[in-house]
T-cell receptor, first 113, second 116 residues
Framework: GQQVMQIPQYQHVQEGEDFTTYCNSSTTLSNIQWYKQRPGGHPVFLIQLVKSGEVKKQKRLTFQFGEAKKNSSLHITATQTTDVGTYFCAGPGGKTSYDKVIFGPGTSLSVIP | GAVVSQHPSWVICKSGTSVKIECRSLDFQATTMFWYRQFPKQSLMLMATSNEGSKATYEQGVEKDKFLINHASLTLSTLTVTSAHPEDSSFYIC????????????FGPGTRLTVL
């Protein structure tokens, strides 16, 4: 079945430093989604990327979808303590946009003030 | 935005008992909901897809007789953990596509189950 891998598993950064997490799939993805889960909380949808080479920005967050649609990245500029949490990428597990998604293992971000 | 609620938020039960968890879409109708399980420091593992008015579709390795799913209405899906054992202790989360924005999935706050 479809598998989505993420690296690194953990990342500790000093506040103000940048952070990047990478997501890789063994198969071509029709789309990829990113979620953030704060400690003790539930996943919150951040964004969906659909087009090859797509780049989207949300304030300090930059999301990128690879040209081959097999990899993606999330980059946070100048991290803040509010960025603490686990970031998951997720790929489609079915054939339609309303179908199930399969989550990657996640990258846990710690920000040292 | 769309809201998904879960009840209870946490539950402690004795081994061998059954526990029912409710997932509701509060301001939209959801013909499909998803149930996930998450162990500490791990990712979300999809358990099953809950379909309104029909049988749930279970992921490989998930026991359908142990994890009973009922999606009786367009706003409610329930997950019953039958004959719970300590290894069933986990964080159970439901989700649904809102329909407001077809590519955005909303998650409930989760239910933390502890089986003694």
């Amino acid at each position: 079945g479809q598998q989505v891998m993420q690296i690194p598993q953990y990342q500790h950064v000093q506040e103000g430093e940048d952070f990047t997490t990478y997501c890789n799939s063994s198969t071509t993805l029709s789309n990829i989604q990113w979620y953030k889960q704060r400690p003790g909380g539930h996943p919150v949808f951040l964004i969906q990327l659909v087009k090859s080479g797509e780049v989207k920005k949300q304030k300090r967050l930059t999301f990128q979808f690879g040209e081959a649609k097999k990899n993606s990245s999330l980059h946070i500029t100048a991290t803040q303590t509010t960025d603490v949490g686990t970031y998951f990428c997720a790929g489609p597990g079915g054939k339609t946009s309303y179908d199930k998604v399969i989550f990657g293992p996640g990258t846990s971000l710690s920000v040292i003030p | 935005g769309a809201v998904v609620s879960q009840h209870p938020s946490w539950v402690i039960c004795k081994s061998g008992t059954s526990v029912k968890i409710e997932c509701r879409s509060l301001d939209f109708q959801a013909t499909t909901m998803f149930w996930y399980r998450q162990f500490p420091k791990q990712s979300l593992m999809l358990m099953a897809t809950s379909n309104e008015g029909s049988k749930a579709t279970y992921e490989q390795g998930v026991e359908k007789d142990k994890f009973l799913i009922n999606h009786a209405s367009l706003t409610l899906s329930t997950l019953t953990v039958t004959s719970a054992h300590p290894e069933d202790s986990s964080f159970y989360i439901c989700s649904a596509w809102s329909g407001f924005s077809y590519n955005e999935q909303f998650f409930g706050p989760g239910t933390r189950l502890t089986v003694l």
